[in-house]
């Protein structure tokens, strides 16, 4: 499709609890981003693949934290024992290109996001 | 370490009139600059980017300026419109990078 899927829109967990997003890129491209959006608008990058390989993770918590982009199956973030300060939006974003601008124009769709409240 | 800014959260223009956005930045390594907006329960969308190799650009009307000595750069819009109310951020990036970097978002009502 030509929109970046990402189920749930709502999640709630309890703390201690897991917690998986999901995300379906736009057919045909090969780079999927995560992104966080924590209180007061701030993004803060996560993790991106090209195709099924981490292609860059210097923003994801070593901890907890985990994603997956396996073929033929939507992208997933994972966050075990979640804590309350997991709390957030997460935006998938994905991408023809590897980066978020080139050559030939901009290269981000985002998705509308995962609302998670840890309780 | 915010190494983009936007320090105004909100913002209110009348409908006709020019709105002006500003956001400043920390790291002189950014060579690319986008601002997108964003509506409730929806993912951000891009507006408009500009390289750093120029100091304007201009889509309809939006335009965004970059003030590269200063680290600073701003999104004018005019007219102004009742449907540009949402939240603005802006963003920056190095050139071979992947990831962006956003600013905190001005909340922008244009009252009709």
């Known amino acids: 499709g030509e929109e970046v899927a990402q189920t749930p829109k709502h999640l709630v967990r309890g703390e201690g609890q897991k917690a998986k997003l999901y995300c379906a890129p736009i057919?045909?491209?090969?780079?999927v981003f995560w992104y966080q959006q924590v209180l007061k608008n701030e993004f803060k990058f996560l993790i991106s693949?090209?195709?099924?390989?981490?292609f860059d993770e210097t923003g994801m918590p070593k901890e907890r934290f985990s994603a997956k982009c396996l073929p033929n199956s939507p992208c997933s973030l994972e966050i075990q024992a979640t804590k309350l300060e997991d709390s957030a939006v997460y935006f998938c974003?994905?991408?023809?290109?590897?980066?978020?601008?080139?050559?030939w124009g901009y290269g981000y769709t985002f998705g509308s996001g995962t609302r998670l409240t840890v309780v | 370490d915010q190494q983009v800014k936007q320090n105004s959260p909100s913002l209110s223009v009348q409908e006709g009139r020019i709105s002006i956005l500003n956001c400043d930045y920390t790291?002189?390594?950014?060579?690319?600059f986008l601002w997108y907006k964003k509506y409730p329960a929806e993912g951000p969308t891009f507006l408009i980017s500009?390289?750093?190799?120029?100091d304007k650009n201009e889509d309809g009307r939006f335009t965004v300026f970059l003030n590269k000595s200063a680290k600073h750069l701003s999104l004018h819009i005019v007219p102004s419109q009742p449907g540009d109310s949402a939240v603005y951020f802006c963003?920056?990036?190095?050139?071979?990078?992947?990831?962006?970097?956003f600013g905190t978002g001005t909340r922008l009502t244009v009252i009709p």
């Open positions: 057919k045909g491209h090969s780079y």
């Open positions: 500009i390289s750093s190799i120029k």
């Open positions: 963003a920056a990036l190095q050139t071979g990078a992947n990831n962006l970097f």
């Open positions: 790291n002189s390594m950014f060579d690319y």
């Open positions: 693949f090209q195709n099924e390989n981490v």
């Open positions: 974003a994905s991408s023809q290109f590897g980066v978020a601008v080139s050559n």
